[in-house]
């Protein structure tokens, strides 16, 4: 069975400081990997994906995630944050092929203070 | 236009009361799911749709029926609501996922609350 795991369910970070946000994942063969947004009382916007390739993929919003086969990682990057980066941060993983459906992580909760 | 929409927005009802939630999308997309997000905003999928049909069905009481009258919409039917369905659901749609890692469209969500 696919899991994600997001071990922290609050990041804090200053207003220019690159923020981190960690994402571990489990899956049989090669993973697909995402990473979705939800701002308040709002729907999960799509940020950004891995399928193959480059093992760093640039997304939305200048994000950026790098994909670490060995530490089975998928973690969420912006050099620099903005106060409206403020939101829940969702990882997801499905294994690659046919119809597989997509399991998500817990969310992280992403706080940028001015 | 929006892409991905659901009705209502929220919907407060009473204990063993039947309601439905509806979602459109037009994006043209072959697939549809129905996810719920609980209190604590874990999101767990119910159910996935590809062309009208079911494909996906999570360990869902009975009480949850789906219906995909076309390729575009996909509503939910709830009986007898508990307490415990009080939650956000959530619509979402992708092209085929078995032609890759398709990407999921939300709908803006329908807060239940179950009194």
């Known amino acids: 069975a696919q899991s994600v795991a997001q071990p922290e369910d609050q990041v804090n970070v200053a207003e220019g400081n690159p923020l981190t946000v960690k994402c571990t994942y489990s899956?049989?063969?090669?993973?697909?990997l995402f990473w979705y947004v939800q701002y308040p009382n709002r729907g999960l916007q799509f940020l950004l994906k891995?399928?193959?390739?480059?093992?760093l993929v640039k997304g939305s919003y200048g994000f950026e995630a790098e994909f670490n086969k060995s530490q089975t990682s998928f973690h969420l990057k912006k050099p620099s944050a903005l106060v409206s980066d403020s939101a829940l941060y969702f990882c997801?993983?499905?294994?690659?092929?046919?119809?597989?459906?997509?399991?998500f992580g817990t969310g992280t909760k992403l706080q940028v203070i001015p | 236009d929006t892409a991905v929409s659901q009705t209502p927005k929220y919907l407060v009802t009473q204990m063993g009361n039947d309601k439905s939630i509806k979602c459109e999308q037009n994006?043209?997309?072959?697939?549809m799911y129905w996810y719920k997000q609980d209190s604590k905003k874990f999101l767990k999928i119910m159910f996935s749709?590809?062309?009208?049909?079911?494909?996906i069905n999570e360990t869902v009481p009975n009480r949850f029926s789906p219906k995909s009258p076309d390729k575009a919409h996909l509503n939910l039917h709830i009986n007898s609501l508990e307490l415990g369905d009080s939650a956000v659901y959530f619509c979402?749609?992708?092209?085929?996922?078995?032609?890759?890692?398709?990407?999921?469209?939300f709908g803006p969500g329908t807060r239940l609350l179950v009194l």
């Open positions: 979402a749609s992708s092209q085929n996922p078995t032609g890759g890692a398709q990407t999921q469209y």
């Open positions: 899956v049989s063969g090669n993973p697909y």
């Open positions: 891995y399928i193959t390739g480059d093992n």
């Open positions: 997801a993983v499905r294994p690659s092929g046919g119809y597989q459906k997509v399991t």
């Open positions: 994006l043209g997309h072959d697939t």
């Open positions: 749709y590809n062309n009208k049909e079911l494909i």
